[in-house]
């Protein structure tokens, strides 16, 4: 089997429907499998799946296990030699799937690969980053990143043309190794919905593997699938996942770091918006509420410890 394609899926029946049709017109002469993981889905999304794409290897859970622990039900029945994980929220395009196979099967150091995504659009999006340091965090909440020259953690200033070694690839669209992921073991299930893919490519990488981005194009990433669900629940949840890797690869100080400089950012944005609001900007008052929410939850978005954490 050359490629495993998993894809968790939770109440995004329209957007994975659009993505199967893509993924199955663009595997070419790949042997491959197509791994679905439904997460307690109440749209329909199974039924979908039955009649419209009965080749479909779905796995229904009954709760909503999260990103982690959903990829994970399926990477221990993948039988691909490369595994791609894929957000409902994609389309295939051209030859990538079979490109981005060849592409690793000529460089066996490389773990994870991540080939050139854009936006809804067409223009580019940053799906692969540097490690989101607390630097690069400090930079975020004085608002230094939106200069593109300065904004170091997302590469803005670089067009993806080229090839090039990175620290993180999206979880959007990432093809990882089955023999690294058999070496260095699967996603932290103690992260539900941001950061994983992070804390993995940093294990890959203290590992020896290499973490790669390759100009093969291309994937359509639209963003706001599932996680447009979750409102101002998703940024606490990025809080939570982002101060959980800290913890994890500095310790408790670089955690307590961590939740402080993102608790002054959304704390600042609550403050700014609000009184953007008052001057009856456009939209402000949405954003105000916004993260006025985000802020009432951030107490919750402390990590707790998990049983499922990995090291």
């Not at 039900?73 to 295939?92: E, P």
């Not at 460089?107 to 991540?114: E, L, R, Y």
């Amino acid at each position: 089997m050359d490629l495993s394609i998993v894809i968790v899926n939770w109440n995004t029946r329209d957007l994975l429907r659009d993505c199967l049709g893509s993924v199955f017109q663009g595997l070419g002469a790949l042997k491959a499998e197509v791994l679905v993981v439904d997460n307690a889905s109440s749209d329909g999304s199974c039924a979908m799946l039955r009649q419209l794409f009965p080749q479909v290897h779905l796995i229904e859970n009954e709760h909503n296990l999260g990103f982690a622990a959903g990829n994970n039900v399926a990477l221990r029945r993948a039988k691909g030699r490369h595994v791609l994980l894929l957000n409902t929220d994609t389309l295939v395009r051209g030859h990538v799937l079979p490109e981005a196979v060849a592409w690793l099967d000529l460089h066996p150091d490389v773990a994870v690969m991540g080939p050139r995504v854009l936006n809804g659009d067409g223009s580019v999006q940053p799906s692969c980053s540097a490690f989101p340091s607390l630097f690069f965090l400090a930079m975020q909440t004085f608002g230094l990143t939106r200069f593109g020259a300065l904004d170091r953690y997302r590469m803005t200033g670089w067009d993806r043309l080229t090839e090039r070694r990175v620290d993180v690839i999206s979880g959007a669209a990432m093809f990882v190794r089955r023999s690294a992921m058999a070496a260095v073991g699967l996603l932290d299930e103690a992260f539900f919905f941001y950061g994983e893919e992070t804390d993995w490519c940093r294990r890959f990488k203290k590992a020896g593997w290499k973490i790669v981005f390759a100009p093969i194009p291309e994937i359509v990433h639209f963003g706001n699938g599932a996680a447009g669900k979750l409102n101002h629940r998703r940024d606490v949840l990025m809080t939570q996942g982002t101060t959980r890797l800290h913890r994890k690869h500095g310790g408790l100080l670089a955690g307590l770091v961590c939740f402080a400089l993102l608790s002054a950012h959304n704390t600042s944005r609550a403050v700014l918006w609000s009184v953007l609001s008052v001057l009856r900007r456009p939209g402000a008052a949405a954003r105000a509420r916004h993260f006025a929410a985000v802020v009432a939850d951030l107490p919750q978005a402390w990590p707790r410890p998990s049983r499922g954490a990995t090291q």
